[in-house]
């Protein structure tokens, strides 16, 4: 029975896969594999399943970090993804201050002709520890950043657009490979970035890499106004998901962009049972698996006291927090994090729990027609297009939403039944160009 | 394991390059340009090599320049999946990539493809520096100083994790041992470098490491770094000179006899029958654009040959010498020396060009092609061959249908390709008969010499701008272990 007819809109939901599952006790579940971050047959076997049940993209969440496991640099894997899938999208985070805007606009250009048109950029800055590893004296400020990232992504755009159609001529009779004529140079000079161009690759088939944002705060939000086709965000609930895409498809008509042109897939960690109880066992057994001393410790840099100096069944001490100013990097994840303490009235406990199942993205416990029932509400709320799935446990939680909460959401009518196309941009419903804004 | 039992073996690579390493590949008839971005026939071309038992495929990269094909690591990420046994060696430029992000993805490749990943470390690049902000590209010496400090951190950041630095003990709830995580704390002239590395260690302790420069500064450098040379020589007495000045090297950097496989380039076009094969070449040379060689000619020997006939022998008129230029002086030495010694017109200089951009090359039958290089292998001028098919895919199937069982049949090349007892594949780095990597930092170097040996290394091993660092606790005997023969 469906709702809705078939040319209604639709979910788009992003599978936010790899290593053991999004919950911090995930890895020690019997039923995970903790070295599944370096095994590529491990990487194309989730792919495959995601794209079984038909999700618009795989994501890569990428850092220059170790603490959070081994694994396979992105590029590399997605590529290797790629020749065991057909229709998904393959999504990758790179930030962009300790990366150069050729390099990048030619991996991802190569990425996208090998899957066929399939490849996305999640735009990031970049963390504040990778300054260490880059021979850099420091990492710019938070607003430093987001200048510089905003001439990069143009940079980008501009090269993926340097070759006009059928640049590629190959006329044997004449000796004409490519026509210079529709190979153009960009000669772009910024504040940041001088690059004459042109790329050294045509378009793929979607045209040109689908551009992600994930950064929330004031200048992120502008970035993604001006330059993104699919969002990332951390929203914990309803109300402030509303207020954060009406806000940012608010901008859009600024920059001449629909509010097609832009979709906002918030994270979303559901954790699934059979029954309720099953899914409230499964969440105390991930729980009971957490280094609650290591976790406490790592929560505690969001206060200006250690965390396991009080009692862990006590309150949160709230007055003890930081500012989000004070964190010039994801400056928007602080209040994503503690506005449920401040909300709720938690313990110490509870806080970490619910850090530890979703990492500051809203989680949901229950049924799988529970889950449906959240997806439902916010898709309908004008509070989302869709979801960043988290699943907490890999492969299990992801298996029960592809088995279960999948047919659900298609039998209601808001998620498709068969690809649309075999590009990323198709399949999410975007349009084949991307803004250019003029050059600066 | 037997590969250390049989005679001195051959080795071969596929030198990808567009749809053929002639020039004039591309107008020949049933070739399709447009397919060198088309990663299904980039998959044809490494499984034919495969199908040859070759030891790995090479991807060449100009990084900011105008060449036009895959980036090699998508490109051999891809390749990893739909081979098994062939090594997947990339080119990358270490003026336009951070030493983190290049070890990163080597070591990624080296992962995914179980051992056989190598890097052809490359230091020049001034073309690309337009894309690149205008980066400042060193002058010749220099980039072999920023390429040493490069190599160091980045074999550093191989070294940062030991073999067993994972654990994953569910029950005990212990993932890592993290007295085998070390950060390299690297401060040095041109980098500064934290680690550790965020994957850990690759399957061959370090990805094979080639190198392509040939002057007097990029042979001690490969001398000291490099495991695999690939090289332009056109004839065998320079080519057996190139690998006795390089092989004398090997001393001075305490690397023994054996360590470094010499492989030049070997451009050809092959036939059936030598008459077939010069057919084929002569369609190919017919496509020449002569007046645009010419201008190149003049250009680059700064005199002016627009007059010249183009059938005389070619003589110039104080031609602008290697030392005057700054890019791969090497090869501009090499035409020099072509045209001095065979005594070649401008029609015959640039069919020579056109085929294999002076590299060695060669037209004919598989039976006189596998004399070649015989010759060569047996005489002390190679240890196998960088393979520049003339045409893709025909010349390299005729090499693989034809020479490769010739060769065999001398008792030359493998017969197949060689596994462990435990049915796994061995690594690109076994393949080649190398050994395991020393490891070159403190934490690690108690472990890499073998008995007898002095536990520090000597002061040629040790650039100049080795990092001040962190004494480390010494580490279980654990981190060679890929050293199987």
Sequence with gaps: ?440 | MSISHTPRQLHFNTFLYLTGHHDSAWRIEGNHPERRIDIDYMVDIARISERGLFDAIFAADIEGGPSKWLEPFTLLAYLAVKTRHIGLIATVNTTYNEPFHLARRLASLDHISKGRAGWNIVTSGAEGAVNYSNKRVAPHDERYDIADEYLDVVTQLWDSWEEGAVINDKAAGIRYDESKIHEINHTGKYYTVRGPLNVSRPPQGRPVLVQSGSSDRGKDYAAKWAEAIFTAQHEINEAREFYNDVNARLDKFDRPPGSLKILPGLCFILGRTEAEANERHEELASHLDLAAFTANLSRRFSVDLSDYPLDKPLVLENPKQADQVDQVRSRHQLVLDLIRREKLSIRRLAERHALGRGHASFVGSATQLADLIEEWFVKGAADGFNLMPGVFPQDLQLFVDYVVPELQRRGLFRTSYEARSDGRNITLRERLGLRAPKPVRSFARAHAHGPGQSASAPSALSSPSISSSVPREAAPSVLATTHTT
């Design chain 1, 1 to 440: 029975m469906s709702r809705h007819n078939s040319t209604s809109r639709k979910l788009k939901l992003i599978a936010f896969l790899g290593w053991t599952g999004h919950h911090a006790g995930s890895w020690r579940h019997p039923s995970s594999n903790p070295n599944a971050g370096l095994d590529i047959d491990h990487h194309i076997a989730e792919a495959q399943e995601a794209e079984r049940a038909l999700f618009d993209a795989v994501f890569i969440a990428d850092g220059d970090g170790w603490k959070s496991g081994t694994k396979l640099e992105p590029f590399t894997q997605l590529s290797a993804v790629a020749v065991h899938t057909s229709h998904i999208g393959l999504i990758n985070t790179v930030g962009t201050v300790y990366n150069d805007p050729y390099s990048l606009a030619r991996y991802f250009a190569s990425l996208d002709l090998i899957s066929g048109g399939r490849a996305g950029w999640n735009v990031v800055t970049g963390a504040h520890s990778a300054a260490e590893q880059f021979t850099r004296g420091g990492h710019p400020s938070h607003a430093d950043r987001y200048e510089a990232a905003n001439e990069f992504v143009e940079v980008v755009k501009q090269l993926w657009a340097s070759w006009d159609e059928g640049a590629f001529v190959a006329d044997k009779q004449r000796g004409i490979l490519i026509d210079p004529a529709r190979v153009n140079e960009i000669n772009f000079r910024g504040r940041h970035y001088q690059v004459r161009g042109p790329l050294d690759l045509p378009p793929s088939p979607q045209g040109h890499t689908v551009i992600v944002q994930a950064g929330s705060s004031e200048p992120g939000k502008e970035l993604a106004a001006r330059t993104a086709e699919l969002v990332f965000t951390a929203q914990q609930t309803l109300p402030a998901a509303q207020e954060f895409y009406r806000d940012l498809k608010g901008r859009l008509a600024r920059y001449g962009r629909s509010r097609d042109d832009l979709f906002i897939t918030p994270g979303f960690a559901p954790l699934i049972g059979e029954t309720e109880a099953e899914a409230r066992d499964l969440e105390h057994e991930l729980n009971s698996y957490v280094d609650t001393r290591r976790a406490l410790d790592l929560l505690s840099e969001r206060f200006t006291v250690n965390l396991n100096d009080y009692p862990i069944d006590g309150p949160v001490p709230l007055d003890k927090a930081k500012s989000a100013d004070d964190f010039d990097n994801v400056k928007s994840r602080q209040d994503v994090v503690l506005d449920p303490a401040r909300r709720e009235g938690f313990t110490i406990r509870q806080l970490l729990y619910r850090a530890n199942g979703g990492h500051g993205h809203v989680t949901h416990t229950g049924t799988p027609l529970q889950i449906a029932d959240f997806i439902d509400k916010w898709f309908n709320s004008n509070a989302v297009d869709g979801f960043v799935i988290e699943p907490p446990l890999l492969p299990q939680q992801f298996r029960l939403f592809v088995d279960k909460v999948i047919p659900e959401l298609q039998n209601r009518g808001l998620f498709r039944t068969a690809y649309e196309g075999t590009t990323l941009r198709r399949n999410l419903g975007l349009r084949g160009t991307l803004p250019l804004a003029k050059a600066a």
